[in-house]
Nanobody, 124 residues
Framework: QVQLVESGGGLVQAGGSLRLSCTAS????????MGWFRQAPGKERDFVAG????????FDADSVKGRFTISRDNAKNTVYLQMNGLKLGDTAIYYC?????????????????WGQGTQVTVSS
């Protein structure tokens, strides 16, 4: 089992920045690739960004390229999502997840463990 706890969400004006954190406990953190997903009201949970176990490779959705950056610190069992240039459409609950099914890394199917989510609200 892996337990994940997100933090760092909040209310921010359009164009602003936030940094989300997700701290893991339980099994060896570096064994998992990590992902951030988001879910807006009435919509599906969508992939945002991911990072492999050693942090050397990241992958992200087209909608956030150039604005969001994922990183991880395995010594702290923590994965981060730096969000810059926030837009109204970025408003959602953001979830971190730990995965092992590489072929499904852009889908919720690739991830076994999920945090409880943190709300990000972007205002005009």
């Amino acid at each position: 089992q892996v337990q994940l706890v997100e933090s760092g969400g909040g209310l921010v004006q359009a164009g602003g920045s936030l940094r989300l954190s997700c701290t893991a406990s339980g099994r060896t953190f570096s064994n998992y690739f990590m992902g951030w997903f988001r879910q807006a009201p009435g919509k599906e949970r969508d992939f945002v960004a991911g990072v492999i176990g050693n942090g050397a490779v990241t992958f992200d959705a087209d909608s956030v390229k150039g604005r969001f950056t994922i990183s991880r610190d395995n010594a702290k069992n923590t994965v981060y999502l730096q969000m810059n240039g926030l837009k109204l459409g970025d408003t959602a609950i953001y979830y971190c997840a730990a995965g092992q099914y590489w072929i499904w890394r852009f889908s919720t199917r690739g991830y076994d463990y999920w945090g409880q989510g943190t709300q990000v609200t972007v205002s005009s």
